[in-house]
């Protein structure tokens, strides 16, 4: 009986044992899985900081050159040969072409086609289309902010979910708090289970 008792005794121990190993194996898993998840999604949330960081810097860039060459312009004649860079991309390249209407065209042929603009509108148009290069980069790099914004929100998403998977397992000590109670109903069940057996 002494016999049987001892090996009782030394198998709940070894049991006990095992689920505390177990909890402690588990608890260390876990907060592994989410430092490798945390250090992940701070390198993204870095990454795209940085990227948002280097447009910035290339924005301040673009948008100080673009008031330096607004700057510069001051009369008509200055604004007629600066337009042209400041237009968009055309098929054929655009002029500004003073009209001279002394030399007679050969019969049959059209004037050029002329773009004419006064010359006190010369300055203002001018601005209003660097200012609406200003507004097209400052659109594309607030794209790519709110991109970027996307990405560090899902990141900062899956931290919070690996924080919760961990948080609702439990600490270390929830775990052996939980293995213990289902040691201590085991044996309870094992106890009454071999006293009716032993009646």
Not at 92 to 110: K, R
Not at 187 to 198: E, F, I, L, P, R
Request: some cysteine; aromatic content about 4%; proline content about 7%.
């Amino acid at each position: 009986m002494k016999l049987k008792l001892d090996i009782i005794v030394f198998a709940a121990a070894l049991l006990a044992v095992a689920l505390l190993a177990d909890a402690w194996r588990s608890a260390r898993h876990d907060s592994q899985q989410l430092a490798a998840t945390l250090a992940a999604q701070n390198a993204v949330i870095q990454q795209a900081s940085d990227r948002e960081k280097q447009r910035d810097s290339q924005l301040t860039t673009a948008l100080a050159t673009i008031q330096t060459q607004k700057r510069a312009v001051h009369t008509p004649q200055q604004a007629a040969r600066q337009l042209a860079s400041v237009l968009p991309p055309l098929p054929l390249p655009v002029s500004i072409h003073d009209p001279t209407l002394s030399t007679p065209l050969p019969p049959g042929e059209a004037p050029p086609t002329s773009i004419s603009v006064p010359q006190p509108d010369l300055v203002p148009l001018y601005d209003d289309l660097q200012d609406c290069r200003a507004n097209a980069i400052q659109n594309d790099s607030l794209k790519k902010d709110l991109s970027d914004e996307k990405k560090r929100s899902s990141a900062l998403l899956q931290e919070r979910d690996a924080a919760i998977v961990v948080a609702h397992d439990g600490t270390f000590l929830v775990r052996l708090k939980r293995a213990a109670k289902w040691f201590a109903i085991g044996v309870a069940t094992g106890a009454t289970v071999a006293a009716v057996a032993h009646r």
